[in-house]
Nanobody
Framework: VQLQACGGGVVQAGGSLRLSCAAF????????MAWYRQAPGHSRELVAM???????RYADSVKGRFTISRGNSQNTVSLQMNSLAPEDSAVYYC???????????WGKGTPVTVSS
């Protein structure tokens, strides 16, 4: 299974970006999909997570600004990021988990830079 993400880039503070990710190589729906991020000098942290039933969880720092959603294909996930701030700058990673196989999958990171 491969996760391919796109949508990162450079944006001014207060702006918006939308990240998208699709999983290839499986016909089964991933149980959970999520976005993590890692800023220089920091550990990787959960940004937002969505289950197969649509249940969501967000980091406190992004609540009210970011929205995670899954597409009609259960193996696609997007992250709408609004009111971006410089502290949101990081490499964002798409994550998927297949419960039936107890197997996590990671995509290559996509960088997001928010200029002040």
């Amino acid at each position: 299974v491969q996760l391919q993400a796109c949508g990162g880039g450079v944006v001014q503070a207060g702006g918006s970006l939308r990240l998208s990710c699709a999983a290839f190589g499986t016909s089964d729906s991933l149980t959970t999909m999520a976005w993590y991020r890692q800023a220089p000098g920091h550990s990787r942290e959960l940004v937002a997570m969505i289950g197969s039933g649509g249940d969501t969880r967000y980091a406190d720092s992004v609540k009210g600004r970011f929205t995670i959603s899954r597409g009609n294909s259960q193996n696609t996930v997007s992250l709408q990021m609004n009111s971006l701030a410089p502290e949101d700058s990081a490499v964002y990673y798409c994550y998927g988990y297949q419960h039936s196989e107890m197997q996590p999958y990671w995509g290559k990171g996509t960088p997001v830079t928010v200029s002040s």
